[in-house]
């Protein structure tokens, strides 16, 4: 049976991580050269909040700013990131690129649905050539709710996907799998939070464990130890 892997991008494929608090330090040493902010650069929620879309990351962040300096901020920020990426600061978790081609020979299609702006997506996906295997990657500005579970819904309607999963490390990823019929896979990642995980169909530690949970979709054994199955 063909199957479809709906991809979040941060914290799961991408280790974010590397270059977010270089990012989000020139974004606040921006707001400091302005006099916008005079305490340190809140590295700490923004890792609470991981996941969600930039906008509300910033209502969070900077409570007490204007939109128009959010906005500003959000610019600021997504140039740094972008930058970054292509200076190579960033990288892919490891075994990225062998789980893809192991899909990629066993028929599946590879998609990507992020929280992600449009351009920090491209900037990801053509610096590690991530198109050879990723058919389309999708962005929450593609979307007003800036709901994941509509994002994913876009895809699943865009290419009549109808088995599959939903691979990521936040509850937005777990619950657009399960709003959306597919199986939810979390990453114990960096950003990953247990209770969260916890509501996973599986939870996997790295991501060459898909392997095994492709042969597990597609019936060829039963679940077992090492494939953490709920």
Same mark, same amino acid.
């Given at each position: 049976?063909?199957?479809?892997? @709906?991809?979040?991008?941060?914290?799961?494929?991408?280790?974010?991580? =590397?270059?977010?608090?270089?990012? &989000?330090?020139? *974004?606040?040493?921006?707001? !400091?050269?302005?006099? !916008?902010?005079?305490?340190?650069?809140?590295? +700490? %929620?923004?890792?609470? @909040?991981?996941?969600?879309? &930039?906008? %509300?990351?910033?209502? *969070?962040?900077?409570? +007490?700013?204007?939109?128009?300096? !959010?906005?500003?901020?959000?610019?600021?920020? &997504?140039?740094?990131?972008?930058?970054?990426?292509?200076?190579? =600061?960033?990288?892919?978790?490891?075994?990225?690129?062998?789980?893809?081609?192991?899909?990629?020979?066993?028929?599946?299609?590879?998609?990507?649905?992020?929280?992600?702006?449009?351009?920090?997506?491209?900037?990801?996906?053509?610096?590690?050539?991530?198109?050879?295997?990723?058919?389309?990657?999708?962005?929450?500005?593609?979307?007003?709710?800036?709901?994941?579970?509509?994002?994913?819904? @876009?895809?699943?309607? %865009?290419?009549?996907?109808?088995?599959?999963?939903?691979?990521? +490390?936040?509850?937005?990823?777990?619950?657009?799998?399960?709003?959306?019929?597919?199986?939810? @896979?979390?990453?114990?990642?960096?950003?990953?939070?247990?209770?969260?995980?916890?509501? *996973?169909?599986?939870?996997? +530690?790295?991501?060459?464990?898909? =392997?095994?949970?492709?042969?597990? &979709?597609?019936?060829?054994?039963?679940?077992?130890?090492?494939?953490?199955? !709920?």
């Amino acid at each position: 049976m063909s199957q479809s892997f @709906i991809f979040d991008m941060d914290g799961t494929l991408f280790q974010t991580d =590397k270059i977010l608090e270089l990012s &989000l330090e020139d *974004a606040f040493n921006r707001l !400091r050269s302005l006099n !916008r902010w005079d305490t340190a650069t809140p590295i +700490d %929620k923004y890792r609470e @909040i991981m996941g969600v879309p &930039l906008p %509300k990351v910033w209502e *969070a962040l900077l409570p +007490d700013h204007s939109i128009e300096e !959010r906005e500003q901020t959000d610019a600021y920020f &997504l140039e740094r990131l972008i930058e970054n990426i292509k200076r190579g =600061k960033g990288a892919l978790y490891p075994n990225v690129n062998e789980v893809f081609s192991f899909l990629k020979e066993n028929h599946c299609s590879i998609y990507i649905a992020s929280n992600g702006l449009t351009e920090y997506l491209k900037a990801i996906v053509s610096y590690f050539n991530l198109d050879h295997w990723v058919t389309e990657a999708f962005s929450i500005q593609q979307i007003e709710s800036l709901n994941k579970s509509d994002l994913v819904r @876009i895809v699943i309607e %865009k290419y009549g996907i109808t088995n599959g999963a939903v691979v990521g +490390d936040r509850l937005s990823d777990i619950n657009a799998a399960k709003d959306n019929g597919l199986v939810a @896979i979390g990453c114990n990642f960096d950003f990953a939070q247990e209770n969260e995980l916890a509501q *996973a169909d599986f939870v996997i +530690d790295d991501l060459i464990e898909l =392997k095994s949970i492709l042969l597990n &979709l597609n019936g060829l054994y039963p679940s077992r130890d090492g494939v953490a199955k !709920r």
